[in-house]
């Protein structure tokens, strides 16, 4: 192995017959209770009473609430008197529909196992760290972008009282999104910005404020559907705005823009972030949509998902459109997601001409759609770093840029010590982003008899750990992993392997 830092009594007693608290049958009878009974043991036979050899239901060895309170300390503790009483409450229902049925009643111990796991599924806690080894570095799962040192202090800073709406130089009111839309418009070399609480929200803005009641042509083959099982024409109806398909699924030319529609109000390019249509298929270009759109007067508004700023030189990232690149070939407005590639936190950035993107600031629904004061803060620490050039110091770009030889030497590590082997791999970058590419890297797998239970051992683990199933193995990802945590992965693989 490598280190990765480098006594019963002998006659059963007889059933008492004594009236005790509780002990009456369903029909007024005594009910036979032994004197070893114990809180959580329910005798043989217990829950059915008989009549003349007809068993019936006998409710009473449920133990009342108050009973079963008075053993639930722990849960009172965690949710609550009355949370924990209801839970409880509904235990005992379950049982005795159960008893009812002809199943003996459950003891006090099941009773309270049944009431802690309602509780914990109807209050689950906030979201927990996980350690992401599936080589996913956008896992819209997992949360997507991860936060940089810098937007995690910020975040901190900005959780209790801040200057959200303050100017601190005059005493008076300020604006919320001012040191937002600045940091925003500079990084997308757009003439204006706004960023609200999602890219779906961002478009459902421009269409409700832009084109109301009017038409908005898009392509068939861009009638997308993002997660959730939300769909482009539901949102535009949503929106307001009349949709008007143009072209066909796998064709659609620039020419069939210059003609639909009798009432235009924009034209709307989306781009297919998590598919592609390939083959005898035809789009056409920003640029020509954008002379189009010159020519009907209408603006042109490119969704281009995934938030990344500037068109960039890796492979991996070839035909993804960039928010600057969009507005130069032709856009007039622009909007993506600020969790992907930007690498900050859920938000969804609007920007391109000024008049544009301030009716959209004007509008009331805005308001309605307007970030909270710790996105915020997360958005401008993440803007920051990439106005000063320290794009790596943002964790998915480092992440993505990861050097290869590392991710190599620690993945031989960990398989030496857990008894993998290291294959070629590839990482994703996710969140829909560049479906169609990967980045190259290396990957360890490790052989076990059953891959899925060896998964949810590693899901059940504090911190829990994802990984990848591979046909009869698990495979590790160290691509989206801190170095500080191989340790740890090791430690747990070798459990789960047991």
Request: charged share 20%; net charge neutral.
């Amino acid at each position: 192995m490598t280190d990765l830092s480098g006594a019963s009594s002998a006659r059963s007693p007889r059933a008492s017959v004594l009236p005790l608290p509780g002990a009456v049958g369903a029909r007024g009878r005594l009910v036979a209770v032994s004197p070893d009974r114990r809180p959580g043991l329910v005798p043989r036979g217990a829950g059915m009473a008989h009549d003349g050899g007809m068993a019936t239901p006998d409710l009473s060895a449920l133990p009342g609430i108050d009973v079963l309170l008075g053993g639930a300390r722990d849960l009172v503790e965690r949710h609550g008197r009355a949370a924990t009483a209801a839970a409880l409450r509904r235990a005992v229902d379950a049982a005795r529909h159960d008893v009812r049925s002809g199943a003996a009643a459950p003891g006090i111990p099941a009773l309270l196992a049944a009431a802690a796991d309602d509780l914990t599924s109807r209050r689950p806690g906030p979201p927990r760290r996980v350690v992401n080894a599936t080589g996913v570095v956008l896992h819209t799962n997992l949360g997507r972008a991860p936060l940089s040192t810098e937007a995690r202090a910020a975040v901190a800073e900005a959780a209790g009282y801040c200057d959200l709406e303050y100017d601190l130089a005059t005493g008076r009111r300020g604006s919320r999104g001012a040191r937002v839309d600045l940091l925003l418009a500079e990084a997308a070399c757009a003439e204006s910005a706004i960023a609200v609480n999602n890219a779906a929200a961002a478009l459902v803005l421009a269409l409700s404020t832009l084109a109301a009641g009017r038409q908005v042509l898009v392509s068939r083959g861009e009638l997308v559907e993002i997660g959730g099982s939300f769909r482009l024409p539901e949102i535009m109806r949503a929106s307001g705005a009349r949709l008007v398909e143009v072209g066909t699924t796998n064709r659609t030319r620039a020419s069939d823009y210059a003609t639909a529609g009798d009432d235009v109000a924009l034209i709307l390019k989306v781009h297919p972030s998590n598919y592609r249509i390939t083959g005898f298929s035809e789009a056409p270009t920003t640029a020509q949509l954008g002379a189009v759109a010159r020519t009907r007067d209408v603006p042109l508004l490119y969704d281009v998902g995934s938030g990344l700023l500037e068109d960039a030189e890796e492979p991996w990232l070839a035909g993804e459109p960039s928010v600057a690149g969009a507005l130069a070939a032709g856009a007039d407005l622009v909007c993506c997601s600020g969790d992907k590639l930007l690498g900050g936190p859920q938000a969804g950035l609007l920007v391109g001409r000024a008049g544009l993107v301030s009716a959209c600031r004007s509008a009331p629904l805005s308001r309605a759609l307007r970030l909270d004061k710790l996105r915020i803060a997360a958005l401008v620490a993440t803007l920051t770093a990439h106005l000063r050039g320290a794009q790596t110091e943002v964790p998915t770009w480092a992440l993505l840029r990861a050097d290869q030889g590392e991710l190599a030497d620690r993945s031989a590590r960990l398989a030496d010590a857990v008894g993998g082997t290291v294959v070629d791999g590839a990482s994703l970058v996710g969140g829909g982003a560049a479906p169609d590419r990967a980045v190259p890297g290396t990957l360890v797998r490790i052989g076990v008899p059953s891959p899925d239970r060896a998964a949810a051992h590693l899901r059940a683990g504090a911190p829990p750990i994802i990984v990848r199933i591979d046909d009869d193995a698990l495979l590790v990802d160290l691509r989206t992993v801190d170095p500080g945590e191989d340790l740890l992965i090791a430690d747990r693989l070798r459990a789960a392997r047991r």
